[in-house]
């Protein structure tokens, strides 16, 4: 599976933005989908996790009531819809792979450059 993350760009405080996270390769209907984020110099850390059919999901408190993630399995994609975005949320933002069954991450995504400016 590869897959190719995008949407990542300039963006004021309280502006918003939509992260994608395409895959080609193989169907992402039997993954659970992450996105991550990492700050130079700091750990990578979960934000946002989506089950294999959309039906639960869990935010990183940080992001807890502004971001939204989402799939479409026929599109084989995945979105994190961020809003009020604040200056800490400046990271580069990574998506993931789980499959069922899986205790790792199985692919991961290039990154995508989210800037936040005050």
């Known amino acids: 599976v590869q897959l190719q993350a995008s949407g990542g760009g300039l963006v004021q405080a309280g502006g918003s933005l939509r992260l994608s996270c395409t895959a080609s390769g193989r169907t992402l209907s039997n993954y659970a989908m992450h996105w991550f984020r990492q700050v130079p110099g700091k750990e990578r850390e979960s934000v946002a996790l989506i089950s294999r059919t959309g039906g639960s999901n869990y935010y990183a408190d940080s992001v807890k009531g502004r971001f939204t993630i989402s799939r479409d399995h026929a599109q084989n994609t995945v979105y994190l819809q961020m809003n009020s975005l604040k200056p800490e949320d400046t990271a580069v933002y990574y998506c993931?792979?789980?499959?069922?069954?899986?205790?790792?991450?199985?692919?991961w995504g290039q990154g995508t450059l989210v800037t936040v400016s005050s």
């Open positions: 993931a792979a789980q499959r069922i069954g899986s205790q790792k991450i199985d692919y």
